[in-house]
């Protein structure tokens, strides 16, 4: 399959099995993945094909040339800059090859110039934390994803549908009590800007619920009934 050929949904697809999305477009496949079984296939099978691809791939060994000049260099080395230089070119053959390896698997999928146009970089974003809960019986998940560098909260509720008499309300479960982060409306996504002092709170493990309540939400901090719950978790 060419760049030309993949589809937005078959990238989207693709991406969220490579671990590449995030923000917004991770949102949207989260809420796509609990509404949309057709979706969540193509994820399955772009997995598939990247686990194939990686167990394929032959590992890179060094030519006996190489360890040769390596055993020459260290033995009749007599100053440490010999040594230095030499470290140095080892670990630029073993970037080299990492590289190699990394796109080989990366280009059988589909064209991606973005991620060949420089070296990867170490992330040091904070992780996003995820939580899928059940409603119910039913394969409809609630998507909630946290991003704790823009302390917003999205929330998708694509695949869900009002029943007209209740609403139901997203709680965030801290040692002091339930704090409420709103009314979840069906069918709809929404990002919720986070206070810093409860930013500070969240973390892997925290928990979350979603509680039935009259139309319009719960009065003050008291909650309904708890209809689900989930724990918010590093992908």
């Known amino acids: 399959m060419s760049a030309a050929e993949v589809t937005d949904r078959e990238r989207l697809a693709a991406e969220h099995a490579l671990r590449l999305l995030e923000g917004e477009e991770l949102m949207q496949a989260r809420g796509l993945m609990a509404s949309d ?5 193509e994820v399955a099978e772009w997995e598939e094909r990247l686990s194939h691809l990686q167990a394929e791939t032959a590992p890179i060994a060094p030519s006996a040339k190489l ?10 080395s007599d100053a440490d800059s ?7 070119q080892v670990r630029n053959w073993q970037v080299a090859s990492l590289m190699s390896a990394a796109a080989a698997i990366v280009l059988a999928l589909f064209a991606v110039p973005a991620m060949l146009a420089a070296p990867e970089q170490p992330d040091q974003t904070p992780a996003p934390l995820m939580a899928n809960i059940p409603i119910g019986d039913t ?5 909630v994803t ?17 029943d007209g008499v209740h609403d139901h309300e997203l709680w965030l479960v801290l040692p002091e009590g339930a704090h409420s982060l709103g009314v979840v409306v069906p069918g709809e996504e929404r ?13 892997a493990g925290s928990d979350l619920i979603l509680t039935r309540e009259p139309l319009g939400g719960a009065a003050g901090d008291t909650a309904g009934p708890v209809v689900a ?3 918010l978790l590093t992908t």
């Open 191 to 203: 990002r919720i800007s986070v206070s810093a002092d409860l930013a500070e709170q969240i973390a």
């Open 37 to 41: 079984p057709a979706f969540a296939a």
């Open 146 to 162: 946290y991003l704790p560098q823009r302390s917003e909260m999205l929330v998708s509720a694509s695949g869900l549908t009002a």
């Open 67 to 76: 360890w040769s000049r390596i055993e020459t260099e260290i033995t009749d």
């Open 229 to 231: 719950e989930g724990e």
């Open 139 to 143: 394969p409809l998940r609630l998507a």
């Open 82 to 88: 010999s040594v230095v230089a030499l470290k140095r």
